[in-house]
Structure formats: structure tokens, C-alpha cells
């Protein structure tokens, strides 16, 4: 064991001798090793937060043909701190009638689901918080809590248009959390477990091969989890100007804006590590722990890139097509998927990889093409509908 | 005393003084809040026993579908979220000797089970939790038949909940 092929542990270790030489008990000492193991992880994670803020400013503004933040530093790049400075010192206001304690700690829980996502992120083979072998229940879980902090946040700040967002985000999370769960049960039936690390040691190949439209379904409903363009209801600012965050001022604004942005950059996580392979890309994970969760930060900063893609180029959707976009044709869609990939997999369980994949592959293909036909029918008549009156108008006037 | 005593000491203090304000606090909201705390602490239980799936389902249910329900029913049918009225009624000594004579009956009869004070050990390395509930569920000779007519049950209060909300045009 050296500090380049296992360093968690290495650092553990050396540690651990550290602390027990001192005459700590090795429980207490057990347990500061692990306190600091979290320190670390949620540090490092808050300081990427930070340089997001960077990334998003920018790519949004290379959408939108403008420069974006190149004043404070090299290309902008010291613009978060000093936007973090400015957060800092405003005035904190807590509005007349609010609910201070449900109030303050709303954007401390808002925050706090997302970190806890990354407790089972693994970073490299052996760098990861914990493999729970309930991992995919886990994403779910957490986002329980981020719906949660976003219903006591409006709440408690006494406003309309926050109630109002906030009823709109959770219907929109609990609609979508349904086709989430199932698509995510894809990669658990390919991999036979729930577990992130056993799925990532399992994809030899990408499961976006072996499943396609399931990658393309997660995603959407990432995107609606997260409250983002086009779902993002919770804060449509013509129509409720900020939704639930609308009375929050400088740093708990703030923590709202960190965890969103931090949302959006664990999904491409986790985007890439169901269907992408995680920390794994042709052998080159081999080279050592610290390259591979390079790998998987990269992937996630592509996947990432793939949400900021869609927000700056599709327009807000209405709250009625948004919901029963995600009832009468994600969910009854990725159960098909769900139903149609177990029953491929028990079937093509003895044969060559090679036909394995082509199987899967073709089957995805199939399934995509009759559903497409199908809405494309569907469209076609409901147009008709709509049009029927003025046709007769015309030709009876 | 272990850390992992220490632990269940907090959370069982948290548990019953969240439980406590549930019923005594006078705004709803509130009320449906530390109900949440205390189906958490639940879970940390869970946790503690090292029954991750059952932990990690309490939060999924209990917090993110049943508590949200609650906290929905309650702000879109009530106006006045405190509640004014009396917050005990003319039976409450009743139910008080039963609550007693409850907890009295549990403590003397796991007093007679072995296990009573044993501390949950670590599973054996290859231990599939997970795999084995999924198999007991689905297998004919375990719980394959509570299972099928708990989901027969949800679709009939599906099925229901469809035919009450429809909208006839």
C-alpha cells in the first residue's frame, strides 16, 4: 500500500498511528479519521462549487454570444470570490411573519442534500465515501430531502409567489422522481446491484450502448429534478418572479444558488456513472486512484455541460404539458424499457457479449422508433382536431 | 459503553422529544416538521442495525411521499395554521394507563428473550442483504403471496383514487 495506489487508506493509516502514538483511544481516534475524511470531501467539493459558478457564467454567456466575467483575474476566474465577498457582507433580511428557525433552515438543508449525494460517489476504485449497497435508493432519498428544504423554505418566508413555486417544483420532483426510479433500475438490472461502485465495475461496455433511450430518459428527468430550464417552474420569473427563494438575501440566496449549481454538476455525475462508465475510459483508470477521479470529474463536468446546454436553449414548458409529459409519456415509456431490457437481459444471459449488445442495442432501437411513430400519429390528430373548426369555416362561410 | 450505545442514546432522545412535540405543538406545520425528525431518527435506527435498504426506504416513503402529502393536505385545506382548541380531551388518563401498561407489557416480555441487550454485529464479508430480502419477496415458499396482494391492494387504491379524481365531460 503507497500513498499513489490506495492513498485514502495510506493517509488512514498514517493517521491513525499518528493519533493513537499520541494516546488517543483508538475508537475516538476511528472516529476523527472519519470526521476529517468528511471534512475533506465536502470542502473539496464547496471549493469546485465555486469555480462553477465560473464555468456557468461563462458557457451561459458563449450561448447567448456575449463574453461573460474577463475582468477580475485571468479570463474572469477570481469573479466567484469576489461574488462570494459581495454575498457576504449584504444586508440579511428576514421578511415580517416569517418563521425564522424553518426559514434559516431551509437553504442549510437545501445544501446539505446535495452534499450528502456525494457520500456515495465513487471517485476512483478505491477513493468513495461509502459503497452502499442501496445506492440508487440513496439519490432517491436525498432528493426527498432537497423537496423538503424547498417546501419549508417557501413556507416559512410568509410569500404567494414562494408557496406558489414551491407547490409547482415539488409536483414537478414527485411526478419525475417516478421514470427516474425506473430508469435507474437499468443499470441495477444490468449490473445485478444497486450498488454505484459494482455498476461502474461492471460496465466493460458503456451502458449507454446497452441502454440508450434509459440515458436519455435519466437525463430528462434529472433536469426536471433539478428545477432547471426547461422545467424550471419553481422560479419562472415572469410569473412568480423568484419562487421559493424569492425572500432570501445575500449568503442564503447564496447556499440556494451553490446547491443548485452543485445539483446540477453531481447529476452529470451521476448521469456518467450509470450510463458512462464512472471513473472508467479505455484502461486509463488503471494508472492510479488519483487519475481516475479525474476521469470522473471530467465526465461530470461534460454532463454538466449537457444540462447547461439544454437550459440555455429551450424555452419554459407549461406546468400541464410539463406534467403530463412526465405521466402519460416518460413513465409508462421507461416502464416498457424497464420490463423490455429484464426480459432481454434473462434471455440473452448465455450468449457471446458481442450478440449481447447488438441485442440490447437493436431492441432500444426498435422500442425508440415505434415510440416516435406513435407520438408522431398522436400529434398528427390532436393538430387535426385543433384545426377542424377553421377548416369548415372556410369552406362554409 | 460503546459509540455505538452513545449514538443510540442521542437518536432515542431525539426521537421521543421530536415525537413529544408533534403532538403538543400548536401549529400544524410544525407538528408535520418534527414528525419528520422523528421518522429520520427512525431511519438512523435502521441504520444503526445495519439494515441500509430499510433506512434508506423510511426516507423515501415516510419524508419524501407521506410527510410532503401531509404538509400539502395541510396548507392547501387549512386557512389558520395554529390550532386554538383544547389539546386533551375528557379520556386522557385512559389512554395514558394504556400507553403505561403497553410499554410495561413490551419491557417484561423482551426481558425473557436472550438477545434482549445483545449490540448488532457486523454482516460476514459477502453478505447480501439486499439480494437475499429481494429473493424471500419473490420466492414461493417465503413471502411471494403478502406480497402480490400488497400490490393487488395499492392498484385497487390506485384504481380508486383514478375513478374518485376523474372528471367526466
Same mark, same amino acid.
Not at chain 1, 432547471?228 to 424550471?232: K, L, S
Not at chain 1, 450510463?275 to 475510459?281: A, C, E, P, T
Given at each position: 500500500m503507497n500513498l499513489w495506489t490506495d492513498p485514502v487508506n495510506f493517509i488512514s493509516h498514517w493517521l491513525m498511528s499518528l493519533l493513537t502514538g499520541w494516546g488517543i483511544a483508538e475508537w475516538l481516534a476511528n472516529f476523527l479519521i472519519q470526521l476529517i475524511g468528511v471534512v475533506v470531501l465536502v470542502s473539496m467539493m464547496m471549493l469546485i462549487d465555486i469555480l462553477l459558478v465560473w464555468v456557468e457564467r461563462k458557457v451561459v454567456a458563449r450561448f447567448q454570444d456575449r463574453l461573460g466575467p474577463n475582468r477580475v483575474g485571468p479570463f474572469g476566474i477570481i469573479q466567484p470570490f469576489a461574488d462570494i465577498i459581495k454575498l457576504l457582507i449584504k444586508e440579511d433580511i428576514t421578511p415580517d411573519g416569517a418563521d425564522r428557525v424553518v426559514y434559516n433552515l431551509a437553504p442549510i438543508l437545501s445544501l446539505m442534500s446535495v452534499l450528502l449525494l456525494w457520500a456515495i460517489v465513487p471517485l476512483a476504485p478505491v477513493i468513495f465515501g461509502v459503497d452502499l449497497n442501496v445506492g440508487a435508493l440513496y439519490i432517491i432519498a436525498t432528493g426527498a430531502i432537497g423537496a423538503l428544504s424547498i417546501i419549508m423554505a417557501a413556507w416559512s418566508s410568509n410569500n404567494k409567489y414562494a408557496l406558489i413555486g414551491a407547490f409547482r417544483q415539488v409536483a414537478v420532483m414527485v411526478s419525475f422522481e417516478v421514470p427516474m426510479i425506473a430508469t435507474m433500475l437499468i443499470p441495477t438490472i444490468l449490473a445485478g446491484s444497486m450498488s454505484m461502485g459494482a455498476i461502474v465495475q461492471s460496465q466493460n461496455v458503456w451502458y449507454v450502448v446497452i441502454a440508450p433511450l434509459a440515458a436519455i430518459i435519466f437525463m430528462i428527468t434529472a433536469i426536471a429534478e433539478l428545477g #432547471?430550464?426547461? @422545467?424550471?417552474m419553481n422560479e419562472a420569473e415572469s410569473e412568480i418572479v423568484a419562487g421559493f427563494h424569492i425572500e432570501y438575501t445575500g449568503m442564503k440566496f447564496g447556499l440556494f444558488y451553490a446547491g443548485e449549481l452543485m445539483h446540477a454538476f453531481t447529476f452529470g455525475g451521476f448521469w456518467a456513472i450509470l @450510463?458512462?462508465?464512472?471513473? #472508467?475510459?479505455f484502461g486509463l483508470e488503471n494508472l492510479g486512484p488519483l487519475v481516475a477521479a479525474v476521469i470522473l470529474l471530467a465526465k461530470a463536468l461534460l454532463g454538466y455541460w449537457v444540462i447547461m446546454w439544454v437550459k440555455y436553449t429551450m424555452m419554459r414548458i407549461r406546468i400541464d404539458n410539463m406534467l403530463s409529459f412526465s405521466w402519460k409519456f416518460l413513465t409508462p415509456l421507461a416502464f416498457v424499457i424497464l420490463m423490455a431490457t429484464a426480459l432481454m437481459n434473462a434471455i440473452l444471459r448465455s450468449v457471446s457479449s458481442g450478440v449481447y449488445i447488438a441485442g440490447m442495442f437493436l431492441m432500444n432501437l426498435v422500442i425508440g422508433l415505434v415510440v416516435i411513430e406513435i407520438v408522431r400519429r398522436q400529434g398528427k390528430r390532436s393538430r387535426a382536431r385543433v384545426e377542424e373548426p377553421i377548416h369548415r369555416a372556410v369552406a362554409h362561410p | 459503553m460503546t459509540i455505538m450505545q452513545i449514538i443510540f442514546l442521542i437518536v432515542g432522545a431525539v426521537i421521543l422529544g421530536s415525537a413529544l412535540m408533534v403532538v403538543t405543538t400548536g401549529n400544524l406545520v410544525h407538528a408535520a416538521l418534527w414528525l419528520i425528525v422523528t421518522l429520520f431518527g427512525v431511519a438512523v435506527l435502521y441504520a444503526l442495525l445495519n439494515a441500509s435498504f430499510l433506512a434508506v426506504v423510511q426516507v423515501v416513503i415516510y419524508i419524501g411521499a407521506i410527510a410532503i402529502l401531509f404538509i400539502f393536505a395541510v396548507m392547501l385545506t387549512r386557512k389558520e395554521m395554529r390550532d386554538r382548541g383544547p389539546q386533551l380531551n375528557s379520556a386522557w388518563w385512559l389512554s395514558a394507563i394504556i400507553a403505561l401498561l403497553t410499554f410495561g407489557g413490551l419491557i417484561w416480555i423482551l426481558q425473557g428473550w436472550s438477545d434482549f441487550a445483545r449490540l448488532p454485529g457486523d454482516f460476514p464479508t459477502g453478505f447480501d442483504a439486499v439480494g437475499l430480502l429481494g429473493n424471500a419477496l419473490v420466492s414461493p415458499d417465503a413471502f411471494v403471496l403478502p406480497f402480490e396482494v400488497a400490490s393487488v391492494l395499492l392498484l385497487a387504491a390506485l384504481v380508486g383514487a383514478v375513478y374518485v379524481a376523474f372528471n367526466r365531460k
Open positions: #432547471r430550464a426547461p @422545467f424550471d @450510463f458512462f462508465g464512472g471513473y #472508467r475510459l | -
